[in-house]
């Protein structure tokens, strides 16, 4: 979701709030003015009730509009910051109920990345710890052939497959040479697709998701293919000998 549907969606939650205390301080109103009688004059009750009736329209119209927004699933959704991104990615995730595949393409750890990063990983964890045997998290971290400084966040990781029933972990490590892929993507329920891409040093993202039974299918499709080349535990690859300084 970008900043602009954000925003909107903000405006419309504060719209709804405002007129649902509109429509209550005039009940209110009314039922005090019926037991206590206060109001002498009561020629402006007339326009009072079509304010009411005016009130209540506008709020079924805005109601109507997020219930719209809702079913209809909003497909394709883009994220222009890893607040965005993250912050819906694990909001997601929080409300799924049976699997989720992810791909982690970075070469520092989320912590030194940014806070949202730190967050997400660490929900995700959270999220895999509950209801053991009934739900699923697989993770494929991709690495570069040499990767000091994420290795202990690696060795972490590992560990904590190794404690969790439900959180499962596989290094693909690339050969020599060849460059890291950026992309980061998490299949959740069958159902929706998050796709970020790495846009600085600290691990800052883009992305969108998609939700659609058909992509989703399509890129766990990839993962499980990424998962099959994967190794379950790999050791970082042993650091080449020095040369006998010249004298």
């Known amino acids: 979701m970008n900043n602009d549907e954000i ?5 419309e939650a504060l719209e709804s709030k405002l007129i649902t205390l509109a429509l209550t301080v005039a009940l209110a109103v009314s039922l005090a003015d019926n037991i206590f009688h206060f109001i002498k004059n009561q020629d402006w009750t007339i326009p009072l009730i079509f304010l009411t009736m005016l009130v209540f329209l506008r709020w079924l ?3 109507r509009r997020r219930v719209v927004s809702i079913a209809s699933g909003a497909p394709l959704r883009t994220y222009d910051s890893s607040s965005a991104f993250y912050g819906e990615a694990l909001h997601a995730i929080s409300r799924s109920s049976k699997s989720v595949y992810a791909v982690f393409s970075h070469d520092t750890a989320p912590g030194q990345q940014t806070e949202e990063s730190r967050r997400y990983y660490t929900g995700t964890i959270r999220w ?3 209801m053991p045997g009934k739900r699923s998290l697989h993770r494929v971290i991709r690495l570069p052939n040499s990767s000091p400084d994420i290795q202990q966040w690696v060795d972490e990781q590992i560990d904590l497959a190794s404690r969790i029933e439900n959180y499962h972990v596989k290094l693909l490590r690339y050969p020599p040479g060849m460059e890291l892929e950026g992309e980061n993507f998490a299949v959740i329920d069958s159902s929706v697709v998050f796709l970020g891409f790495a846009v600085d040093d600290r691990g800052e993202m883009r992305g969108f998701s998609v939700r659609d039974a058909r992509v989703a299918a399509a890129f766990e499709h ?6 099959r080349l994967a190794n379950a535990n790999p050791q970082p690859p042993a650091p080449e000998p020095r040369r006998p300084a010249e004298v």
């Open 7 to 11: 925003e909107q969606s903000r405006m």
């Open 128 to 130: 895999a710890r509950k």
């Open 222 to 227: 990839h993962f499980r293919e990424l998962w």
């Open 61 to 63: 119209d805005v109601t």
